[in-house]
């Protein structure tokens, strides 16, 4: 029963995190280009995407009369379902996690190759040039920085030794029961907070994480790497065809999408659950701030802070052109990352023996 | 309940093969063959190996099947379009397929038969552990072989599409 309700639960929080990410992507855009934003409905314009949102239900659902009309209904669900099925190994707590299978990691690079094939369905069943078009540059971007993904993701849990994002979890806090080191040298084992996090715990951790969140960017179609939905150039891409709720279940997958890699960033490289507080001389905070309660407002707090990292960069940087995002993809990440791998070897065998 | 959703994978698995083969859109057999690879996945995890079961997924929906797709969207348009099936009857070279098929599938259950252990097994825990480390003890060699084979595959797919050649 507990199993139906927490999955119900994150499906409603999911959907509410996706109307206020919304919110708080063209607020944010608003004060980035000076100026305000939605204002008009409710306190600060908050109740702006809810009534978006009840607009696009009541539209009308038009589907082409040359679509493929079986796959351009199925499309959207396989994206929104594959997302979804990523949130089952993500840690919440110590004590919480809806499946802490020994494959955790490897099942999410597994699950994120299916919302590939679904963003293709859509693209193909629209029967659409631009459709089409933003689907083949969306996939031939998506397999690429798969690639440094899984690789500075290999960096990180080479030092770990395990695929099982609890595991990973517990191995960078308070609640380890290996020895964990500040660089190399400290010993943080029970003093924990942010010491411990993975990306202090090796110097070649926090590059592993730029690359990581460099490809995550790619992966979730954001800009600079939003090529496959270019406003400008491709109407909106895979998705242009769409109306009424199935665009909306589109959108709501890739909001989800930018929540649960950000989710995977903060277990992996900034401690997941763990507080960031340490226990300095008398003040055992991390002691106090561990727990299951306060694991999900870390973790949470976390991946929030990424998503907004995320929608910052969006309004920041301009697009990628196709051939640019290649050289940076296989020229530049790639060897990178290989190195990084390299030295989690070499760090795991000479510094942490 | 377990029951159900093993013999639910088991029938969407059947289902969308032979959809696949019979359908005559390519892109919609290419669909459905996505649906097969996924329900496999799902009986591999029922025969208690999970992490077969998510390398199944990876490499044949990730890897192979992507792959498919790309071939058929970059193609002509005219296999895109409906294939007209030439003839009704069935020739000769059918016949023989069907009786190819036939043949291997006895010959996998003869030997699935013979070599099949009479005792259940029982989960043992961990399978990356020791799956890793049979690779790298007992299997080495045939793991570094395919290894290597990739890398030869590798090479060559980058030397055949050069503009430039060497």
Redesign the interface.
């Known amino acids: 029963m507990a199993f139906y309700f927490i999955s119900i639960v994150l499906l409603g929080f999911i959907a509410v995190y996706a109307l206020m990410a919304v919110w708080a992507e063209r607020k944010i855009s608003a004060w980035i280009q000076d100026r305000v934003g939605p204002v008009v409905t409710g306190k600060y314009g908050l109740l702006q995407t809810f009534a978006d949102i009840f607009k696009m239900l009541q539209k009308e659902d038009i589907t082409p009369t040359l679509a ?1 009309k079986k ?1 351009f209904l ?1 499309a959207p669900i396989l994206v929104f379902t594959a997302v979804f099925m990523g949130f089952a190994t993500i840690p919440f707590s110590p004590t919480y996690i809806s499946s802490s ?3 955790g990691i ?2 999410l ?2 699950i ?3 919302e ?2 679904g963003i ?2 859509a693209g ?1 069943a629209s029967n659409n040039k631009y459709a ?1 078009l933003g689907s ?1 540059r969306s ?1 031939a971007q998506i ?1 690429s920085y ?1 690639i440094p993904a899984a690789l500075a993701i290999l960096a990180v849990i080479m030092l770990f030794q395990t ?1 099982n994002l609890q595991e990973i979890c517990m191995q960078q806090g308070i609640l380890s029961k290996q020895k964990i080191y500040f660089f190399g040298f400290w010993e943080v084992s029970k003093i924990g907070g942010f010491f411990a996090w993975t990306i202090f715990q090796a110097p070649h951790l926090f590059i592993a994480f730029i690359i990581y969140f460099i490809a995550s960017l790619a992966e979730c179609n954001r800009t600079p790497f939003d090529i496959p939905e270019a406003e400008s150039e491709l109407v909106a891409g895979f998705h242009v065809e769409y109306t009424g709720f199935k665009f909306g279940a589109l959108f709501l997958a890739e909001y989800a999408m930018m929540f649960l890699v950000s989710m995977i960033a903060a277990v992996l490289f900034f401690g997941g659950w763990n507080t960031p507080l340490p226990n300095l001389a008398s003040f055992a905070l991390a002691d106090y701030t561990t727990g299951t309660y306060w694991g999900i407002v870390w973790i949470l707090l976390k991946a929030l802070s990424l998503v907004l990292l995320q929608v910052w960069i969006r309004w920041t940087f301009p697009r990628y052109r196709m051939d640019q995002l290649m050289t940076l993809c296989w020229k530049v990440l790639i060897p990178l990352s290989f190195v990084l791998v390299l030295f989690s070897g070499i760090w795991k065998l000479f510094i942490l023996n | 309940m377990i029951k159900l959703v093993f013999y639910l994978f088991a029938f969407l698995a059947i289902a969308a093969a032979l959809y696949a083969v019979s359908t005559k859109q390519i892109i919609r057999s290419v669909f459905a063959m996505f649906a097969c690879f996924f329900a496999i996945s799902g009986l591999l995890v029922f025969a208690q190996s999970d992490f077969i079961a998510i390398a199944h997924l990876m490499i044949y929906v990730g890897g192979i099947l992507v792959v498919m797709v790309f071939g058929i969207m970059l193609s002509q348009k005219a296999s895109l379009s409906n294939v007209v099936l030439q003839k009704k009857s069935i020739s000769l070279h059918q016949y023989l397929a069907l009786l190819a098929c036939i043949a291997l599938f006895v010959i996998l259950m003869y030997f699935f038969n013979l070599y099949a252990p009479n005792t259940p097994i029982h989960y043992v825990g961990s399978d990356i552990q020791i799956l890793g480390i049979a690779l790298l003890t007992k299997y080495l060699l045939p793991f570094e072989l395919v290894s290597l084979l990739l890398l030869a595959a590798f090479i060559f797919t980058a030397m055949v599409t050069r503009k430039n050649k060497i």
């Open positions: 493929d796959l199925a299978i020994n494959i490897f099942y690079l597994a994120v190759s299916i590939v094939l293709l369905m193909w089409l083949i996939i397999i798969e695929l």
